[in-house]
């Protein structure tokens, strides 16, 4: 087991922790503002960066989060790796694990990927997404993002539209919102909204799109087709996209919108839409960097200086 804390589920976290780490990523957004962004906080720290699916966002946001921390990163991606070569999971992180990393970030396209690979390293690990279950640090983003602008988190109603089934983001930013008081629902067609979903996860369902009139924030969800085989789950793209695109036309005054990337436009979202300044989808980018440079800091740093009430001064001065 790994000897060190983790991040593999957003459950791993409380109201609490998950108010520290966007608190946190505010304070990293107040020094990458200035002229020199480097800090050396993590100076002599190993990150290796282990992604077994392909990934831009996620991937360069870890590797810059990493080096704005002034750490070592280094970046493995299964192309090109030793995984091509038929070397399982578990051979993989033990060779890694050898030259003695201090934080483990991993992609995998299987579900509970991640949290296997976390008991052959005493490393620290962070789920960069593991198949359709979980996406930690997209939740946390998305909940800086929003509490950003939106000033608050308590008494939010976000809907999740689209691709609810083979949706990571959907079920941890459904975990995250509900634990810090927001209300969530998830919008989709019979053939894309999981079984159980409104039991095991407490949040609405709905296959009606005109539901989305009711939520404060839209979350527009990619249609994973990498995911979707031959299982035909929707008749055609196109029908997909008149019964539950979102576009200006579906949207009340006031209601924002969001998308984890990477957008299918004239699917999930309309071109005007992914394109209008009030979508937050620029603002969840933004926010990926500074809210990974949290969750590095705060795994890897003494909890009482992470705790301080001057953690700027010992994030500069470290």
Do not use: C, W
Request: aromatic residues 4%.
């Amino acid at each position: 087991m790994s000897a060190r804390r983790s991040l593999i589920g957003i459950g791993d976290l409380s109201r609490d922790d998950i108010t520290r780490l966007l608190d946190l990523g505010e304070r990293f957004a107040e020094v990458m503002s200035r002229d020199i962004k480097k800090v050396p906080t993590l100076r002599g720290r190993t990150i290796i960066n282990l992604f077994f699916e392909s990934s831009t966002r996620t991937a360069t946001s870890f590797e810059l989060a990493g080096k704005r921390l002034s750490a070592d990163v280094i970046n493995v991606k299964a192309s090109g790796s030793s995984v091509e070569k038929g070397e399982t999971l578990k051979d993989t992180i033990l060779t890694l694990a050898a030259y003695k990393p201090d934080v483990l970030v991993i992609r995998h396209a299987a579900a509970g990927a991640v949290a296997a690979a976390a008991r052959y390293t005493d490393a620290a690990v962070v789920n960069a997404g593991d198949g359709k279950h979980e996406h930690p640090t997209q939740a946390l983003l998305d909940l800086y993002t929003l509490r950003k602008t939106m000033g608050r988190l308590e008494g939010l109603h976000v809907a999740f539209v689209g691709d609810v089934l083979h949706s990571r983001v959907a079920r941890s930013g459904a975990i995250a919102l509900q634990t810090m008081g927001a209300e969530v629902s998830f919008i989709a067609p019979p053939t894309l909204l999981p079984r159980g979903s409104a039991e095991g996860l407490g949040v609405h369902t709905s296959y009606d799109i005109a539901d989305i009139a009711d939520a404060d924030v839209v979350y527009a969800l990619r249609m994973q087709h990498e995911r979707m085989g031959e299982g035909g789950f929707v008749p055609s793209l196109r029908e997909y996209a008149t019964q539950y695109g979102i576009g200006h036309h579906r949207l009340r005054e006031g209601q924002r919108v969001m998308h984890a990337g990477p957008m299918n436009r004239g699917v999930e979202i309309t071109d005007q839409l992914a394109d209008d300044p009030t979508a937050l989808v620029t603002a969840q980018v933004e926010g990926g960097m500074v809210v990974r440079m949290a969750v590095l800091y705060d795994l890897l740093s003494d909890p009482q200086a992470v705790r301080s009430a001057d953690v700027v001064s010992h994030m500069v001065a470290a």
